[in-house]
């Protein structure tokens, strides 16, 4: 095996208590089948997943019920046989407590799987084939904010990952779902990576993993000691160590750029949950309908971490924990640094590695907020080496662009310059609704810009069309006059015939007739042609427009716009004018 690598250290970073032993103590626990499952559409980042089932329609276990859309989609599978009741808006896990679409699956009892396809030799697979098979089982990242696991190993052509960076630190207080992970099935998790490095082909694999997880370090470095390429690291306990940017400089010293991704350095971070859903996945052709979930907070009889159903109400989890609700003081769905408090109606999801049901001692009422002090403990503090108090200063004045040149997407919300502030600011708040703000106006933007350029594309697409009428309409016009004058010599010479005229003055008289005849035949200079096709398009133009501010007369703009049209229309018109004159003359 070669060398340990040196491990680095990170800037800022605080040391809550860990309040972690309260969950250990009595393994991975299997909570009673729910009688009914809510399996939201949208359980990852990106789009939600395309149901493909109907209400009333009985499904297996493991059955797909909703398959990817879009490039960054996550299918949805059925954590146990049953009947789908109803497919619409359902209680879902989020900050804002709002509703979202689900699939509402009652279940009846039997577990009956739908057929599986495990594969017993990968390694006689192309990474692509590999790649498509966690896409179709529905796997995203079960430690962070759920990036869908395929597109994120697809990494681009220029994007050679030579170091796998497997995330076991799980640093955030209470949460101990990966520890109880990695002392109970560390053979499969190995078996996870080897598939990972079949797809990525790294040159080394390294497994950070905070030093207040002996049990943990010491199974996953038995199960990995015969692989040479896998290294297992004990990295100091910090918060928040568990970051993918804070663990790649841990484990390598090295930094992603602001703005990048570890892909940019040659990097892929990867959580050791899903490190087992993909061996279950590929090895036993298992798609993702469960995972760990710590069950935590002295509201809590019995605190522990359970093998949970996706789409299991929260309230379930929390009765088979023995919850004393006359102690819940807060609800919170994740840590007590990134969490958010939830409805115990909800549902867990792929996300979802921690509930906390904490009393009034545990997690106190904040304190009303103080001006800030400006002490700086909140830029010590901070991982990302960012300036909190200026980013609190920003987004209080919505001064968009100063956030965005201070590096506010830098921030991570780990909410450790918020645990340190002496005034009791919720700086994180101020961070995410800046960040919300400005991609909504960045959507806006895109929204108008793309507006403007079907627009101009509508307009040269009129002028084309324009200019092709007036072409066929002067081509009309002098087949029609040539027909005319065809017609009149005709008449002409059918007139000199009839009077019997002799040659000579038959003669003498059509020549000037027809000489008279071609020159009434309309005829325009190239010039006259364009001025004349630029004429016609200004005066349909300012023409649409009338119409438009008819329609609403106290539109300003559209007052503006008819103005400037009239003006372009009566210049067009005049210069036109003036090159039919100077042609004449």
């Not at 989609?73 to 407590?97: D, F, K, N, Q, R």
């Not at 102690?327 to 007590?336: S, T």
């Not at 549902?347 to 997690?363: D, G, M, V």
């Amino acid at each position: 095996m070669s060398a340990q690598p040196q491990i680095h250290d990170i800037p800022g970073g605080i040391h809550p208590p860990e309040n972690k032993c309260q969950s250990t103590a009595r393994g991975i626990e299997q909570p009673p089948l729910p009688r009914q499952l809510i399996l939201p559409l949208l359980q990852h980042i990106g789009t939600p997943a395309e149901p493909v089932v109907q209400v009333g329609e009985q499904v297996l276990k493991g059955q797909l019920l909703a398959r990817a859309w879009g490039q960054f989609g996550c299918a949805l599978h059925a954590p146990t046989s049953g009947t789908i009741s109803a497919i619409g808006p359902a209680p879902y896990p989020h900050v804002s407590g709002l509703a979202e679409p689900a699939i509402t699956l009652e279940a009846d009892g039997e577990e009956r799987w739908a057929e599986l396809e495990p594969i017993t030799d990968y390694t006689r697979l192309e990474p692509l084939a590999l790649l498509e098979k966690i896409a179709a089982v529905g796997i995203s990242g079960l430690g962070g904010a759920g990036f869908p696991t395929a597109p994120k190993l697809a990494s681009r052509p220029d994007h050679r990952i030579h170091t796998l960076i497997i995330n076991g630190a799980e640093c955030e207080p209470y949460i101990t779902a990966d520890d109880m992970c990695m002392r109970e099935f560390p053979a499969q998790i190995v078996a996870g990576i080897e598939v990972l490095m079949h797809i990525l082909k790294p040159q080394r694999v390294l497994i950070g993993i905070e030093d207040n997880k002996p049990e943990a370090i010491a199974a996953l470095s038995q199960a990995a000691e015969a692989k040479p390429a896998i290294q297992v690291l004990a990295i100091p306990t910090k918060y928040p160590s568990g970051g993918e940017k804070q663990l790649i400089q841990i484990l390598t010293g090295e930094e992603v750029p602001s703005g990048g991704l570890p892909a940019d350095i040659g990097m892929l971070c990867q959580n050791i949950g899903t490190a087992l859903a993909i061996h279950d996945a590929v090895l036993l052709g298992r798609p993702l309908i469960s995972r760990i979930v710590t069950l935590t907070g002295d509201a809590l009889q019995r605190p522990s971490n359970v093998q949970a159903l996706i789409g299991t109400p929260i309230e379930e989890l929390l009765a088979f924990a023995g919850l004393q609700p006359e102690q819940l003081h807060r609800l919170v769905l994740g840590g007590p640094m990134m969490g958010f408090t939830v409805d115990a109606k909800a549902p867990i999801i792929k996300t979802s590695n921690c509930l906390l049901a904490a009393t009034a001692a545990e997690l106190p009422t904040p304190p009303p907020a103080l001006p800030c002090i400006r002490c700086g403990l909140c830029a010590e503090a901070c991982p990302a080496q960012l300036q909190p108090q200026q980013l609190h200063w920003f987004a209080l004045g919505k001064d968009y662009p100063q956030l965005e040149r201070y590096n506010l997407f830098d921030c991570i919300e780990c909410g450790a310059c918020a645990y340190v502030c002496p005034s009791s600011i919720p700086l994180v708040h101020y961070y995410r609704a800046g960040k919300a703000e400005i991609r909504a106006i960045e959507a806006q933007h895109a929204r108008a810009e793309q507006a403007r350029e079907r627009f101009e594309q509508r307009q040269q697409r009129l002028q084309r069309e324009a200019e092709q009428r007036e072409q066929e309409r002067q081509a009309r016009a002098e087949r029609a006059a040539r027909a005319k004058a065809a017609r009149e010599a005709k008449a002409a010479s059918e007139a000199a015939d009839a009077d019997n005229a002799s040659a000579p003055a038959a003669a003498t008289v059509t020549a000037p007739d027809l000489a008279r005849i071609r020159a009434k035949i309309p005829t325009l200079s190239p010039e006259q042609k364009q001025l004349k096709i630029a004429a016609n398009t200004a005066r349909m133009a300012l023409q649409r427009a009338q119409k438009q501010l008819n329609a609403n007369p106290d539109n300003a703009d559209l007052q503006a716009q008819v103005t400037q049209l009239e003006q372009a229309h009566m210049e067009a018109q005049q210069a036109f004018e003036q090159a039919s004159t100077q042609e004449n003359s």
